[in-house]
Nanobody
Framework: QVQLVESGGGLVQPGGSLRLSCACS????????MGWYRQAPGKRRELVAG???????KYVDSVKGRFTISIDNAKNTLYLQMNSLKPEDTAVYYC????????WGQGTQVTVSS
């Protein structure tokens, strides 16, 4: 059974940084389309950043230049480096793998507040 486990969330001040990790129990990072989503209270879940099996990345406009998605295939781990964080980045962040089946992690809370 495939499991995705996120870590690295927490409370950070505006302008700060966090790095989220998503550890996958099996090797899907090299073949699946992987992504980070977020959901703020009262809002729909949105794709923040995605990376294809070929390494092509995409970002929602609001995080371009601040967030970086990456993969370590040897560790079956997906990362999201988040810099220059803003209060509007506050949300639960989820990692996802899309392929023959779709997999989701349980989410990690990111709170940006002074």
């Amino acid at each position: 059974q495939v499991q995705l486990v996120e870590s690295g969330g927490g409370l950070v001040q505006p302008g700060g940084s966090l790095r989220l990790s998503c550890a996958c129990s099996v090797n899907i990072t090299s073949t699946y389309a992987m992504g980070w989503y977020r959901q703020a209270p009262g809002k729909r879940r949105e794709l923040v950043a995605g990376i294809s099996g070929g390494g092509v990345t995409k970002y929602v406009d609001s995080v371009k230049g601040r967030f970086t998605i990456s993969i370590d295939n040897a560790k079956n781990t997906l990362y999201l480096q988040m810099n220059s964080l803003k209060p509007e980045d506050t949300a639960v962040y989820y990692c996802s793998g899309a392929g023959p089946e779709d997999y989701w992690g349980q989410g990690t809370q990111v709170t940006v507040s002074s």
